[in-house]
């Protein structure tokens, strides 16, 4: 009776345990609340401070410039904002997906101008869980890849099926907007421009994890089951890479080889796994979404050109 006394007590502090790890860790890294939302700045980081003062003066800019308020509503009932910026009626219009725990304004400084130099309609997206947007939790693509698809059905229906599309995302952004890519999109989303996207959601969370000096392997399976228990999604439901396989749409891959958050090789293994047409563009020396500041004049030279390609410039 002892001994089964003392198994009784164990499984149960192994339960208490392992709930709490797993709550622990659902709360650090998928729960965002709207006061965290308040205090997104500029990264500290040493390999941002040489562009602090350029990335401020673009991102006053952007702010000062008026817009239009958009909503839609989620697949599962989530009001989701954006922010409309309206050039010339049936240009081409970008939307834009930011980064986690980013801001549109933030994470899109430099690219927001390049779409306004190019006379294209910008549609700046709050993702769930950032911004105005509804929603507490980040699902590292899985769910906002639905939240793409919505997007882009919105902006067909409202600026119709001959204005071309062009989805742009940046680190998290990036990787959903692939992610959307084997969705039943709209047919006049006509390209993607992936700036620092990862491979998949199990694969950014263990490396994060190992960068923390955690034990990657062993705290994932811990990850999984907190986001299926509170967030109700499954980290390895889809990816990047799977999603690629099935694409029909062409594909600008952005990354700094210097990249320190999400490896410059995810964006090779996207590459190679996409089955569309397919284009990767690499600038040596640049940390994660700094590609634009570090090299401007090639940012806008691959972008252009992919543009052209895919018949995306303004007439």
Known sequence: MKIKKVAVILAGLTLTATAAVTGAIYRFAFFFSKKQRDHIGFPNGEQY??????S???????KALDYEQVEILSEDGLTLYGKYYHQADGAVLEILFHGYHGMAERDFCGGF???REAGHNILLIDERAHGK??????????KERYDCLAWTRYAAKRFGKDVPIVLVGVSMGASTVLMASNLELPENVKGIIADCGYSSPKEIV???AGDMGLPANILYPFARLGARIFGH?????????AALKESRIPVLFIHGEDDRFVPCEMSRENYDACASDKTIFTV???????CYMVDTEGYRKAVSEFLEKIDCRNR
């Open 56 to 62: 401020e003066e673009l991102i006053g800019r952007l």
């Open 233 to 241: 999604f499954d980290l390895e439901e889809n990816s990047p890479v």
């Open 49 to 54: 401070r040489p562009y602090r003062e350029s």
């Open 133 to 142: 947007s509804d929603g507490n939790v980040i699902s590292f693509g899985v």
């Open 206 to 208: 263990k490396k994060v």
């Open 113 to 115: 101008w390049l779409a």
């Open 284 to 290: 040596p020396g640049a940390g994660h979404t700094l």
